[in-house]
């Protein structure tokens, strides 16, 4: 059964940085794509980033390119999400999935989520 545990979230300042954790288990290769989506009150789910099973292809959107950064490491099944310059308007609850991943696209989630972590940026 595979499972994603996020952890990393929390709450920081206007311009502060946190790291998100994705914790995989229960694939049996390391073929697969891994990223987050978000949720913010009031507002509907939006893919941020996502990461290939190569690594070779990374998606941001649009609000998060140059202020994210996301990373895998397939030795530790583990994939993160490094987030700098952060601004109120990213406070929303990540969720570690998985899906599709191209270079201007994450569709998804398919299958396993995480249980979710926050994340708050005071003004």
């Known amino acids: 059964q595979v499972q994603l545990a996020d952890s990393g979230g929390g709450l920081v300042q206007a311009g502060g940085s946190l790291r998100l954790s994705c914790a995989v288990s229960?694939?049996?290769?390391?073929?697969?794509?891994i990223g987050w989506f978000r949720q913010a009150p009031g507002k509907s789910r939006e893919p941020v980033s996502c990461i290939s099973a190569s690594g070779g292809t990374t998606f941001y959107t649009d609000s998060v390119k140059g202020r994210f950064t996301i990373s895998r490491d397939k030795a530790k099944n583990m994939a993160y999400l490094q987030m700098n310059s952060l601004k109120p308007e990213d406070t929303a609850i990540y969720y570690c999935?998985?899906?599709?991943?191209?270079?201007?696209?994450?569709?998804?989630?398919?299958?396993?989520w995480g249980q979710g972590t926050q994340v708050t940026v005071s003004s």
């Open positions: 229960g694939f049996t290769s390391n073929s697969y794509t």
């Open positions: 999935t998985t899906g599709q991943c191209g270079s201007s696209y994450y569709i998804g989630p398919f299958g396993a």
